[in-house]
């Protein structure tokens, strides 16, 4: 697990990149200088590893761009101990960012080999974190609810399921649509159970799927 200065040079002119592009908050871009994000990829690509891109992790999965998880890290709003369920782990990336920000992280991911994996990565990491496997359509619903839940694939509809497991008041980030691109929403729970949705731009994610999860 090497992590020198090379390395925190190379996060700095990402945290100033992301800053150009409009993320403001501090603490998220505190988070960014402290994730070795090049250790969530495979050796022998540190060089890609502080650009701003995604970037293949296997089983056919990407870890998202830094800009589209500061992106979404920013409209989830969290405060120190909020309790926030992600849907696809992937590499486990957006989960330590999250953690970084003294967020209790729920994560979940459909893939097996993959949760195993990242499951294994993640436990050299000081990070508490509770890792599922399992189908994020349906959530984890022992544990909710959730001050937030974070989509990290592109959900073909909001799933009803993950709206019951919000907090009123609670904020679900959700890249909405099938097809290339996604629409970024932020929706917010209201008392009455209606949901208040805001819209911001498109972005590319890989496809949130049904099924067991086993290939
Ligand atoms: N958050 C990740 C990036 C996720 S890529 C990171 O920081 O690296 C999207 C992930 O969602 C993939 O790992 C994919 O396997 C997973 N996924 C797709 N459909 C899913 C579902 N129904 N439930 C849970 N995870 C799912």
Same mark, same amino acid.
């Given at each position: 697990?090497?992590?020198?200065?090379?390395?925190?040079?190379?996060? /700095? =002119? #990402?945290?100033?990149?992301?800053? @150009?592009?409009?993320?403001?908050?501090?603490?998220? *871009?505190?988070? %960014?200088?402290?994730?070795?994000?090049?250790?969530?990829?495979?050796?022998?690509?540190?060089?890609?590893?502080?650009?701003?891109?995604?970037?293949?992790?296997?089983?056919?999965?990407?870890?998202?761009?830094?800009?589209?998880?500061?992106?979404?890290?920013?409209?989830?709003?969290?405060?120190?101990?909020?309790?926030?369920?992600?849907?696809?782990?992937?590499?486990?990336?957006?989960?330590?960012?999250?953690?970084?920000?003294?967020?209790?992280?729920?994560?979940?991911?459909?893939? /097996? =080999? #993959?949760?195993?994996?990242?499951? @294994?990565?993640?436990?050299?990491?000081?990070?508490? *974190?509770?890792? %599922?496997?399992?189908?994020?359509?349906?959530?984890?619903?022992?544990?909710?609810?959730?001050?937030?839940?974070?989509?990290?694939?592109?959900?073909?509809?909001?799933?009803?399921?993950?709206?019951?497991?919000?907090?009123?008041?609670?904020?679900?980030?959700?890249?909405?649509?099938?097809?290339?691109?996604?629409?970024?929403?932020?929706?917010?729970?209201?008392?009455?159970?209606?949901?208040?949705?805001?819209?911001?731009?498109?972005?590319?994610?890989?496809?949130?799927?049904?099924?067991?999860?086993?290939?």
């Amino acid at each position: 697990m090497e992590d020198n200065y090379r390395h925190k040079g190379l996060r /700095k =002119k #990402l945290v100033n990149e992301l800053r @150009k592009k409009g993320i403001i908050d501090e603490q998220i *871009l505190a988070a %960014f200088m402290s994730v070795p994000r090049h250790l969530f990829l495979d050796s022998g690509f540190l060089e890609f590893a502080y650009e701003d891109k995604p970037f293949p992790i296997g089983s056919g999965q990407t870890i998202s761009q830094p800009y589209t998880v500061a992106f979404q890290t920013q409209l989830l709003d969290v405060q120190r101990g909020s309790k926030v369920l992600e849907i696809g782990t992937g590499s486990g990336y957006q989960a330590c960012v999250l953690a970084e920000l003294g967020v209790e992280v729920y994560s979940i991911e459909r893939q /097996k =080999k #993959l949760f195993e994996k990242t499951k @294994k990565f993640l436990s050299q990491f000081p990070y508490k *974190l509770h890792l %599922f496997q399992g189908d994020g359509f349906l959530g984890v619903p022992e544990h909710a609810p959730y001050d937030g839940i974070i989509i990290t694939a592109a959900a073909p509809e909001i799933p009803q399921g993950l709206v019951d497991q919000l907090k009123v008041g609670g904020v679900l980030v959700i890249p909405l649509g099938e097809g290339s691109l996604q629409t970024m929403l932020r929706i917010v729970k209201e008392e009455d159970g209606s949901l208040t949705k805001q819209q911001f731009g498109g972005f590319r994610f890989v496809p949130m799927l049904r099924d067991s999860g086993n290939d």
